[in-house]
Nanobody, 125 residues
Framework: QVQLVESGGGLVQAGGSLRLSCVAS????????MAWFRQAPGKERESVAG????????FYDDSVKGRFTISRDNAKNTVYLQMNSLNPEDTADYYC??????????????????WGQGTRVTVSS
């Protein structure tokens, strides 16, 4: 059974930082591209960042470029999202997702096979 378990969310002041982690089990992690999505109240789920199976290719939404960094450790079956310079617009539930794909990471959520339950990030002004 595939499980993706996110952690690291919480309440932070604007300008602060958080690091999210997502530990995967039940799958061959190195076969999967990984991504982070987020969903704010009343809004659709949107892509934030993605990383290829070996870390060689990444994408970032324009709203987080230069502030967020996605990385992965295949030995630990874990993908990370380092979030700096947070602002209230980053407030959302953050989800990691896995796509059985050894090419560049996809941005479309429909292509992702497995999802975590999410971790909440709240940024106060």
């Amino acid at each position: 059974q595939v499980q993706l378990v996110e952690s690291g969310g919480g309440l932070v002041q604007a300008g602060g930082s958080l690091r999210l982690s997502c530990v995967a089990s039940g799958l061959t992690f190195r076969m999967y591209a990984m991504a982070w999505f987020r969903q704010a109240p009343g809004k659709e789920r949107e892509s934030v960042a993605g990383i290829s199976w070996n870390g060689g290719s990444t994408f970032y939404d324009d709203s987080v470029k230069g502030r967020f960094t996605i990385s992965r450790d295949n030995a630990k079956n874990t993908v990370y999202l380092q979030m700096n310079s947070l602002n209230p617009e980053d407030t959302a539930d953050y989800y990691c997702a896995a796509d059985l794909n050894r090419g560049p990471p996809a941005e479309a959520r429909s292509l992702y096979d497995h999802w975590g339950q999410g971790t909440r990030v709240t940024v106060s002004s």
